[in-house]
Each structure stands twice: as C-alpha cells, then as structure tokens.
C-alpha cells in the first residue's frame, strides 16, 4: 500500500474496481484546510479519463507492473498485434488502450506495461515522436509564409496533422505523439 505522497506520472492503481493510469498530478497545498492531490487517471481497460482528488495521506492499492520493448506489427480491426523484442512472443491489444494509435506504423518499437500479477498488457507508451512521410498535402502558395499557417496534411499512417505550408508529398516530418503537433522536417 501507498500513499498519495507515492503518485508519480505512469503509476498504475486500482481505485473504484478498475485499474487506472495517473496521466497528471497536482499537490495542493491551500492556505487554509488540509493538503490533497488533483489527479487525471486513465481506465487501461477502456481509455477513459477521469479527474480525482485524494485527500493527503490517504491510501492507494499500487498495481506492479513490468515494461517490456514490444514491435507494432499489424492491425486487424479494434485489434493492434505487437511482438516482444527479446522472447517474439506476440500480444493482441484493443485500440482503446493506446494513446496515438493512428500514428503507429508498423515496425515503430513501443514501450508495453504487463501487470505482473495476471500477465495482461495495461498500456502502451508511445515514442515520444515519430517520423512519417506525407502522402497528401495542398501546395503550398510561393511567398504566405510570413505568418505562422498551417495546412492539413495526411501522412503515411491515415492520420491527418497540421503542417507549415511548405511542407510536400514526399516530406518525412517528426510528429509529437502527446500533441499530435509537427516539431521538423526530415531532410532525406
């Protein structure tokens, strides 16, 4: 058992019969009355997202889970198959789990908490970024790009991103996972 001077960003808990992810936290030290902790907590077993507030010292059951380097290899429906790096064994997890998964091309290496107690994969962490190429985009117009625009562009995955306007078909550019913003171009 922990406590809520224990919770960090990644830690896995039950709380309310499910098993939850905390995505961010806030220690509150008000002027007047007891401390608490704002929490946002993701269900691993249906992606939704909930806030909570623990009151300070109060007790959470902590899940032990181990991370393990996984390999996306397909999609099949609501089904992402991955395999593990060091064993190939091959896991199947419902889209509802990951975080980004229209940014997932095959081959990316991901990051997969297992909980240790019954072996079942609770999330998937994402690269930090990912590079794709654009397959669709409008031309850009010679001489708007004085100002901070952005124009839609599909890229190899499906996934539509907001793109300055020189970026081409063909471009590979570095997409953050969390934002789904673009950070560069890659030069080929």
Known sequence: MA????????????????????????????????????????????GKVLENT???????????VETHTFQFLYAEGQDYNFMNTESYEQITINKDVLDS??????????MVQINTETD????????ASVVLEVTYAEPGVKGNTATNATKPATVETGAQVNVP???????????????????ERINK
């Open 3 to 46: 406590n809520t001077s224990d919770i960090r960003n990644g830690l896995c808990i039950k709380h309310n019969h499910d098993i939850y992810k905390i995505i961010e936290f806030l220690h509150v030290k008000p002027g007047k009355g007891p401390a608490f902790v704002r929490t946002k907590l993701k269900s691993l077993t249906n």
């Open 54 to 64: 623990f009151s300070a010292g109060h007790k959470i059951e902590t899940v032990r």
């Open 101 to 110: 998964p229209e940014l997932l091309k095959e081959g990316e290496h991901v």
């Open 120 to 127: 079942l994969p609770l999330a998937v962490d994402m690269p």
């Open 165 to 183: 306007l020189f970026i081409n078909e063909g471009d590979k550019i570095k997409i953050d996972t969390a934002t789904w913003a673009y950070i």
